[in-house]
């Protein structure tokens, strides 16, 4: 295995190859393919917001772009980050007051170093599940600032009441989580920003935090990059498609593969 550093351009064959941060999360990069003068971009998961725990997105000029569109609805747009974090900690610290753990359910990798973040200290111990504590580690030696975090010990889940846990979603109706007497849970993800899926899992606080383009992220970015042809995957493509259309930006969604990727929800 060959890492490449961003921007570097290596020649394949006839291609020109090169690595542009996404934004999505550490070290999440987009593909950069020039052939014979045209070039052509795949975004894969990007996210231009500001973002501390990862790389800055990087806007790459292109005749062509394949894009993601997992939030490809207006319906979607974000709040600021900082926003975010200060309704994480006031939840929190009003869960505490009262004794109750606050469980927050992120992704392991990407958003759960990206909620770490944003916690205040002040408000009391900040804990993560194993598989999240795991990335810490590889985060500092990137230089990403990140609070201290202490890895859960179940064994001593009862001395956790006024503690914040962070946790990957896999684990909301384990037994894992239930160790946690009369927590408070919630999900920081995109799909927050409606309330069926918040429903659908019996949680007491939704937090919307996405790593993905919102709706004017997507089309920004899009408009930006003056590629000449769009497509668009992973996601609400039809609807964007329509709406990028009626901008003169001709789009239309990439026909999936044998064995589609079903959109991944909580």
Not at 28 to 40: N, T
Not at 186 to 200: D, E, K, T, Y
Request: aromatic fraction near 8%; hydrophobic fraction near 35%; include cysteine.
């Amino acid at each position: 295995m060959e890492s490449l550093p961003f921007g570097e351009r290596r020649r394949i064959g006839d291609a020109c190859v090169s690595f542009h941060p996404a934004g999505h999360i550490l070290g999440s990069a987009q593909i950069r393919v020039e052939v014979s003068g045209k070039s052509y971009v795949v975004s894969g998961d990007y996210k231009p917001d500001k973002d501390g725990t990862c790389e800055a997105f990087e806007l790459v000029k292109c005749h062509g772009f394949v894009s993601e569109c997992t939030f490809g609805l207006p319906v979607y747009r974000w709040t600021k980050e900082e926003e975010v974090f200060t309704q994480i900690n006031q939840w929190w610290a009003s869960n505490a007051e009262e004794g109750r753990p606050s469980v927050v359910f992120a992704y392991s990798l990407g958003k759960a170093q990206r909620v770490l973040s944003g916690l205040d200290p002040a408000n009391g111990p900040i804990l993560m599940h194993p598989a999240a504590h795991a990335f810490l580690e590889p985060y500092r030696k990137a230089g990403i600032s990140l609070p201290e975090a202490a890895k859960v010990d179940q064994a001593k889940t009862g001395e956790y009441a006024q503690a914040i846990i962070l946790a990957p979603p896999a684990v909301e109706e384990s037994g894992w989580t239930r160790a946690f007497k009369g927590c408070r849970k919630s999900l920081a993800s995109g799909w927050m920003a409606i309330r069926g899926p918040r429903r659908r899992q019996n949680l007491d606080r939704g937090f919307v935090l996405s790593d993905h383009a919102d709706w004017n992220g997507l089309v920004g970015v899009i408009s930006a990059t003056e590629a000449d042809e769009v497509l668009l995957t992973h996601g609400n493509g039809e609807a964007l498609a329509r709406y990028l259309g009626e901008k003169g930006i001709r789009a239309k969604v990439l026909e999936k593969p044998s064995g589609p990727r079903e959109e991944k929800q909580p």
